[in-house]
């Protein structure tokens, strides 16, 4: 799947990766070949991969406060829904964040889950076969994965 195919399915979120939408985009794609549906997926784990990066998984929960009033740190699937949000809002806020990482402070709230759209690959397959989705991806899209995003992470 070519990225301007990608970002074409993404657009049907409108922007935000809720229940709904997400299933709206995942019966689109189970229309499609199973094919279209690995390449969404492989495309889907790439953005997020592309994401994972200390720039922005060191940034505090926007809307978040600890007891002491410090910031609160972002947790690995907090971080992770985080960069789904950001995919899901779209292509130009998916690039932009990355020339200003104050671009992708808002999504850190917890307002802006995106958890849901990881489901869209295995609903969508599912949907199209009557099989549960086995397949792994090329990019790890699990937080702290992108050993080039995370420098000052140990080994």
């Known amino acids: 799947m070519t990225w301007s195919a990608f970002w074409a399915l993404i657009a049907?979120?409108?922007?935000?990766?809720?229940?709904?939408?997400?299933?709206?985009?995942?019966?689109?794609?189970?229309?499609?070949?199973?094919?279209?549906?690995?390449?969404?997926?492989?495309r889907h784990a790439e953005a997020l991969y592309r994401l994972d990066q200390e720039?922005?998984?060191?940034?505090?929960?926007?809307d978040m406060t600890g007891r002491d009033g410090r910031p609160?740190?972002?947790?690995?699937?907090?971080?992770l829904y985080a960069r789904c949000a950001v995919v899901a809002a779209g292509q130009a806020v998916w690039e932009g964040v990355f020339f200003?990482?104050?671009?992708?402070?808002?999504y850190t709230s917890t307002e802006c889950d995106g958890e849901w759209l990881l489901y869209?690959?295995?609903?969508?397959y599912a949907l199209a076969t009557g099989k549960?989705?086995?397949?792994s991806t090329r990019y790890c899209f699990e937080s702290y994965s992108n050993?080039?995003?995370w420098p000052n992470l140990g080994s």
């Open 12 to 42: 049907t979120l409108n922007g935000r990766a809720t229940e709904a939408s997400c299933q709206r985009l995942a019966d689109e794609l189970s229309r499609r070949s199973v094919p279209d549906i690995i390449g969404f997926a492989e």
């Open 72 to 79: 609160f740190p972002q947790s690995a699937d907090g971080f």
């Open 132 to 135: 549960v989705w086995g397949h």
């Open 120 to 124: 869209v690959p295995d609903r969508a």
């Open 147 to 149: 050993r080039d995003g």
């Open 55 to 62: 720039k922005f998984g060191r940034l505090p929960v926007a």
């Open 100 to 106: 200003d990482v104050d671009k992708f402070a808002p």
